[in-house]
């Protein structure tokens, strides 16, 4: 069992900076893959970024690349998103997920284990 718990998340101003973090509870964390997503009131839970158990490979939709940057930390049992030119539209709660395996999927359906989400808004 896999529990997932996300901080960092607040109220920030356009083109500033934000770093989420993902605390995992369980055992051979190195073995899932971790995805970030996000859902904006009134809008489903899209795709943000994703990375394989040990940090090899990521994934992340057009829409923040460039701006956002996953990584963690196996030794802490820590997922991190750094989220750089932060627009208005990337307000949302941002949720941490985790499914075992070897590719850093995109949809939400292949993840097992959902945190329970933490707000960011982007001022403009």
């Known amino acids: 069992q896999v529990q997932l718990v996300e901080s960092g998340g607040g109220l920030v101003q356009a083109g500033g900076s934000l770093r989420l973090s993902c605390a995992a509870s369980?055992?051979?964390?190195?073995?899932?893959?971790m995805g970030w997503f996000r859902q904006a009131p009134g809008k489903e839970r899209e795709f943000v970024a994703a990375i394989t158990g040990l940090g090899s490979r990521t994934d992340y939709a057009d829409s923040v690349k460039g701006r956002f940057t996953i990584s963690r930390d196996n030794g802490k049992n820590t997922l991190y998103l750094q989220m750089n030119s932060v627009k208005p539209e990337d307000t949302a709660v941002y949720y941490c997920?985790?499914?075992?395996?070897?590719?850093?999927?995109?949809?939400?359906?292949?993840?097992?284990?959902w945190g329970q989400g933490t707000q960011v808004t982007v001022s403009s």
């Open positions: 997920a985790a499914t075992l395996g070897r590719i850093a999927t995109t949809v939400a359906s292949a993840y097992n284990y």
């Open positions: 369980g055992r051979a964390w190195n073995m899932y893959v």
